[in-house]
């Protein structure tokens, strides 16, 4: 007897989580006015998590100090509070 191998759902393949897993951040910066420059080195940070701000920064010409604010501006959840 021959066995069948499980095909998972349509949806579920790795290309598609891949592409489910990318779009959170590239969403996450719509609607900010960002150059290409500072947009690249923001995607950079998310894919490549073991390099330093500064390795980024100067990678892609952006500013270590202003892509450290981008970044947290952009991760973090708003801790500001209403009156």
Known sequence: MMRQL???PV???AATRHQRASAAPIAA???HDL???ERSALLDCYAT???TF???AMTHGVDRERLQELWF???QPSTQ???
Do not use: C, F, Y
């Open 11 to 13: 949806g579920h393949d």
């Open 6 to 8: 499980a095909t998972p």
């Open 81 to 83: 509070r209403t009156a």
């Open 73 to 75: 501006d952009l991760t």
């Open 54 to 56: 500064l390795e980024i």
């Open 49 to 51: 998590s073991d390099r």
């Open 35 to 37: 150059t290409v420059a």
């Open 29 to 31: 910066l719509r609607g």
